[in-house]
T-cell receptor, first 118, second 113 residues
């Protein structure tokens, strides 16, 4: 009964390719996130969606496009992959506004997708 | 925007000793401070959190303290065990729509048997 799942777990691809990472949460949460963790373990938010609507969009190249078909899924599509995109990408979810103030902060992370661009 | 610093970057302790990791934040409006533990090959997992209306919180061997005036908070692990070895991240956020966490750079804790 995995709470936040991501596929694939590993992704090795050539520069210039387009790839997608999928994320699903079965927690009934309203808000989902994508984070990038670089080789030095630094975690930085990329995007956040609440009920399928984009609410946080940090300075991320427009080659990265998130898509949320429903509130349980948030997929990340990356066009024209570059060497610097190599990292671990984490999906996360939180209850968001549904629980009211003080109820929705905890973010639950998926296991990560290790992307290597050659 | 918010900036979170974390020290030390690496910490080695003997099994049974205590470990303390400290974080500072810059935005006085931040009011929620979680701590995450990341084991090798896994995603970060919440271990404890604290809100700005509380100065200290404890959960078994783990405790977190918050000094809002000084804008710093600390994680305390007592009676450390080898399974406590991991990377620990602090984060700060403002409780609002979207929960934009800003994470510290992480502390790699090694508990030596």
């Amino acid at each position: 009964d995995t709470a936040v799942s991501q596929t694939p777990k590993y992704l090795v691809t050539q520069m210039g390719n387009d790839k997608s990472i999928k994320c699903e949460q079965n927690l009934g949460h309203d808000t989902m996130y994508w984070y990038k963790q670089d080789s030095k373990k630094f975690l930085k938010i990329m995007f956040s969606y609440n009920n399928k609507e984009l609410i946080i969009n940090e300075t991320v190249p427009n080659r990265f496009s998130p898509k949320s078909p429903d509130k349980a899924h948030l997929n990340l599509h990356i066009n024209s992959l570059e060497l610097g995109d190599s990292a671990v990408y984490f999906c996360a979810s939180s209850q968001g506004l549904a629980g009211g103030p003080g109820a929705g902060e905890t973010q639950y992370f998926g296991p990560g997708t290790r992307l290597l661009v050659l | 925007g918010e900036n979170v610093e974390q020290h030390p970057s690496t910490l080695s302790v003997q099994e049974g000793d205590s470990a303390v990791i400290k974080c500072t934040y810059s935005d006085s409006a931040s009011n929620y401070f979680p701590w995450y533990k990341q084991e090798l090959g896994k995603g970060p997992q919440l271990i404890i959190d604290i809100r700005s209306n509380v100065g200290e919180k404890k959960d078994q061997r783990i405790a977190v303290t918050l000094n809002k005036t000084a804008k710093h908070f600390s994680l305390h692990i007592t009676e450390t065990q080898p399974e406590d070895s991991a990377v620990y991240f602090c984060a700060a956020s403002i409780e609002n729509y979207g929960q934009n966490f800003v994470f510290g750079p992480g502390t790699r804790l090694s508990v030596l048997p």
